[in-house]
């Protein structure tokens, strides 16, 4: 995101809230209450205080969680990058998987937001991945039994099994052609 669609963002985050301020201050009982419990919620969520959103120039130090993962650790410096539109971070290490960055309330909403989506989505992923990589491993180097295939019932493929197929497919042609040789021969008899 570029600095002028983050400003776009915290301006949305801003008006929200100075618009349910209003209403909270001016509204009927009902609506007051509402408003007030929605700016708390919206508060929360971003985990920001509304006088941190009304004054957006003001900086703090906030405390991320980055994990001790290198995929983490860059997996958050690329969303800083994104949210702030810059090439280097400066920081304060923590601890071994913790770091403070100094930011704008609305800087933390949108980073902290960003981050918690993409480390999620990235460790779904992965596993994804990694379940996809198994099978073309076994596919791949022929490790599964021979009778596995005479039992199958016939089915028919769903578009989802095609994709699952594809990918399997094309995870196996990245394998190395390395293979196991066989160190004795069994006969059967």
């Known amino acids: 995101m570029s600095n002028k ?23 009927y009982k009902g609506e007051a209450y509402a408003a007030q419990q929605a700016i708390e919620r919206i508060c ?25 993962s290198k995929a983490m650790q860059t997996l958050f410096m690329q969303c800083y990058a994104k949210v702030m539109n810059v090439g280097s971070m400066s920081y304060r290490q923590i601890g071994r998987n913790r770091i403070g960055i100094e930011l704008t309330a609305l800087q933390y909403a949108e980073l902290s937001n960003m981050f918690e989506w993409h480390k999620d989505n990235f460790t779904q992923e992965l596993e994804n991945m990694k379940q996809t990589f198994l099978e073309a491993y076994i596919s791949k180097h022929n490790i599964y039994r ?3 295939n005479e039992n199958a019932e016939e089915k028919e493929l769903t578009m989802e ?16 052609d390395r293979h196991y040789n066989k160190m004795l021969e069994c006969t059967q008899g």
């Open 5 to 27: 669609g983050n400003s776009k963002q915290y301006d949305g985050i801003k008006q929200k809230l100075l618009k349910l301020q209003a209403l909270a201050e001016r509204g």
């Open 44 to 68: 929360q969520q971003y985990n920001i205080r509304l006088d941190d959103i009304l004054d957006t120039q003001a900086k703090r130090w906030y405390t991320f969680e980055t994990g001790r």
């Open 146 to 148: 021979d009778t596995d």
């Open 161 to 176: 099994d095609l994709q699952r197929i594809r990918k399997i497919l094309a995870m196996r042609e990245t394998i190395s």
